[in-house]
């Protein structure tokens, strides 16, 4: 289970990183990726050690629905806890940022049991060092994606999870 945490306000802001992640939020908590998970509850200024996230949005793989759909969906799918975390740098994204939100975003899946996940970095500008990095992540539980506003550029981590992610994230 997601443990309590502190929950801000994120006020209107011009930026675009800020713009961008509550705009993947909504379109999530809306239902865009239903068919993948089910995502119903978001947490903002969501902690995670020394790194702070701008939004968490956790849920499951249960799907929800009429009678015959719940009853089919107990007995076929599993109920895995899956979650979306979104951090934006205020600064140029490089490859040591990149590492630390990883390892304690790892962390974190670790400590809520979950089955997978994505990890949504944007910043203004993104290190070549750190898209390498991000290519380069081959845990299949965990989807990275790096997105650039400056330029709206999307790299992606190469395991099945990250190109899936891909699919959903539009800048």
């Not at 675009?16 to 509850?41: C, V």
């Not at 089919?72 to 979306?84: A, Q, R, T």
């Not at 790892?106 to 994505?118: I, T």
Request: contains cysteine; aromatic residues 12%; hydrophobic residues 40%.
């Amino acid at each position: 289970m997601v443990p309590e945490m502190n929950k801000q306000q994120v006020g209107e802001s011009s930026a675009p990183r800020t713009r961008l992640a509550l705009k993947f939020e909504k379109e999530l908590m809306s239902g865009k990726a239903r068919w993948l998970a089910n995502f119903n509850e978001s947490f903002e200024n969501y902690q995670v050690n020394d790194v702070t996230f701008d939004i968490f949005i956790h849920g499951n793989t249960r799907v929800k629905g009429f009678l015959l759909s719940r009853f089919f969906s107990y007995i076929l799918n599993p109920n895995y806890e899956v979650g979306c975390y979104m951090y934006s740098s205020e600064s140029r994204l490089n490859k040591s940022v990149a590492r630390k939100v990883l390892h304690n975003t790892k962390g974190s899946m670790d400590a809520n049991e979950m089955k997978w996940c994505w990890l949504i970095m944007i910043a203004d500008e993104i290190d070549i060092q750190a898209k390498e990095y991000v290519e380069a992540v081959s845990d299949q539980g965990l989807a990275v994606l790096a997105v650039e506003t400056n330029t709206g550029m999307i790299t992606n981590s190469k395991n099945f999870l990250g190109r899936q992610a891909r699919k959903f994230v539009k800048v």
